[in-house]
């Protein structure tokens, strides 16, 4: 079904302002989204009518909170097609949730062991497992990456061995776009006894996600780039993994008994959840995703691959144009670099002319430093893009580049 986007933009006020004068033209999706009123009222109507702490009042208040967030957990536990709601643990986002496995993961970790990560891997799915090889005295493998950005799965094989203890991928890539084979990856890895954590940052907003079906272990994603708010994402573990690991911050909430000598832990998922949640941002969270299941990820993605095709198509008419990321299977990013002209130089440039993209190394520099550069220009997209915002962006481009050369 086609989305009816001139009304979904009305949903996103900040859509409508100017920026040098210019109509803003976002296109900087993939480093976070906009945030429809929805959202934003969900937030103020949380301030406003309900707050209080959760999980331990007796108070109306407290009660009427701790149904909310404890239904905001069922919804997305529905959403991602987990289980179970004790299979989501609340995180501050996607890089606290993979610094949360790569900490208390060390307990399985070993001397000689290995950690396998694919060479498109952004810095949050990366410096963690580094860290967790260095203070364990074990090695870090990496799947190399082709030339059209895809995932050398021949190597994949190769490089799972009876030392990997943990595979650690990203759906799909922050720079190229690029949608891994998760399901392949997942069912490779369990042949071998080989849990997998999955980076979902760059695929929640953009393609169904079923934990389920995809049978990974756990599975990462942060709110702000599913338009819901900054500061609060998802760890989902499947149950036996979260019932074998140990806290990974202890405090309030995350106990059972507390005595000097001795404490035991609470059950899941608040094991992994000490101090004060972060209420309003779960509530508002299960507002973006439900506005996510209203449009239809399916519609959303169909008009998203519209988009990516049209610019990618226009963008490769001017000259000199290098895209970087033609995966078969891709989405809604695209980076370029532009023969003889500085990324940051042409980002500049364009944002003068009211569009927003990002340049630089997009927090994956071993990846585009396998790319031969040192940065690229990526627009990447959303629900709310326009055809005309991608002629606008193709203009601003080719006046840029005019000036630049
Ligand atoms: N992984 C990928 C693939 C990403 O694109 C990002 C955000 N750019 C992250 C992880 C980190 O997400 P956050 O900053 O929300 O924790």
């Known amino acids: 079904m086609a989305l009816n986007i001139e009304q979904i933009r009305k949903d996103f ?52 909170a701790t149904e909310e967030f404890e239904e905001a ?21 996607t890089t606290e949730s993979v610094n949360f496995i790569a900490t208390v993961f060390q307990q399985f970790i070993g001397a000689g062991d290995e950690i396998l990560i694919t060479a498109m891997e952004h810095h949050s799915n990366l410096v963690p497992w580094q860290q967790l090889c260095r203070r364990q ?61 999955v980076d979902g940052a760059q695929a929640i907003a953009h393609l169904p996600v079923d934990v389920r079906r995809t ?23 499947k149950e036996e993994w979260l019932n074998k690991l140990s806290p990974y911050q202890f405090g309030g909430e995350m106990v059972d008994q507390v005595g000097f000598k001795e404490t035991t832990f609470n059950v899941l998922p608040f094991k992994f959840e000490a101090g004060t949640p972060d209420v309003c941002g779960a509530l508002a969270m299960e507002t973006a995703l439900k506005y996510i299941e209203k449009n239809g990820i399916e519609n959303i993605r169909q008009h998203e691959d519209e988009l990516l095709e049209y610019a990618t198509r226009e963008l490769k008419k001017l000259r000199g144009i290098k895209i970087i990321g033609e995966a078969a299977e891709k989405t809604a990013v695209l980076s370029f670099v532009a023969g003889g002209v500085h990324p940051y130089d042409l980002g500049t440039l364009v944002d003068q002319m009211g569009v927003a993209v990002r340049t630089g190394h997009h927090c994956a520099q071993p990846l585009v430093e396998r790319f031969g550069l040192s940065g690229t220009v990526r627009a990447s997209f959303g629900i709310y893009n326009t055809f005309e915002e991608v002629d606008i962006f193709i203009r601003a481009v080719r006046q840029a580049l005019d000036m630049l050369r």
Do not use: W
């Not at 900040?14 to 989204?33: E, H, Q």
């Not at 929805?38 to 959760?54: A, D, L, Q």
């Not at 957990?73 to 643990?89: M, S």
């Not at 995932?151 to 690029?178: P, R, W, Y």
């Open 13 to 64: 006020p900040i859509l409508s302002r100017k920026v040098n004068g210019k109509p803003l033209v976002y296109l900087d999706n993939a480093a976070t989204t906009q945030k429809p009123v929805g959202v934003m009222e969900r937030i103020t109507r949380y301030y406003s009518e309900e707050n209080s702490n959760v999980h331990r009042g007796v108070h109306r208040l407290s009660q009427v």
């Open 73 to 93: 957990r069922r919804y997305i536990a529905g959403f991602i097609g987990a289980g179970k709601p004790e299979e989501i643990v609340f995180t501050r986002g």
């Open 137 to 197: 005295n074990a090695a870090m493998k990496v799947v190399p990456v082709n030339e059209r950005g895809e995932l050398d799965m021949e190597s994949f094989k190769n490089l799972i061995t009876s030392k990997t203890k943990m595979v650690a991928v990203a759906h799909v890539s922050n720079v190229l776009g690029t949608i891994n084979p998760v399901e392949k990856i997942t069912g490779l890895a369990h042949d071998k006894g080989v849990p997998v954590l």
């Open 215 to 237: 049978d990974c272990d756990f599975y990462a994603f942060s709110a702000h780039k599913a338009y819901g708010p900054m500061g609060i994402g998802v760890l989902y573990g």
